[in-house]
């Protein structure tokens, strides 16, 4: 809980130390990039994504196991509102983060590299 008189909330166009933020944070509200949503899930934290809008919605494709996994939630840019990004956060209480939280670390693939990197070595000796 932040002392009184400090933020609960912090907005940024760009942060240089993630692991720092992502400790910091009990929630994340952000675009639905790749990297993004594979960071948010291995560090456990819920997260209302808000894709953004491309012919192909491949941050809404990106954001969507997590929200399937109810780890997440998408708004998606037309309807996106400060009353919307409000209400959804008012109503997760504090059990409703931690369900998420965990979750989203359920989710996460933390040997995604190996996994890629083993399949990439076996095709190329086939």
Known sequence: ??????PQHKVTE???DMAAAYAWADVVV???GALTVSEIAAAGLPA???????KDRQQYWNALPLEKAGAAKIIEQPQLSVDAVANTLAGWSRETLLTMAERARAA???????????????????
């Open 48 to 54: 209302l994504f808000v894709p953004f809008q491309h």
């Open 1 to 6: 809980m932040p002392k009184r008189g400090q």
């Open 14 to 16: 760009f942060i240089d």
């Open 108 to 126: 996460s693939i933390p040997d995604a590299t190996e996994r890629v990197a083993n399949e990439v070595s076996r095709v190329a000796r086939a």
């Open 30 to 32: 952000c675009r639905s």
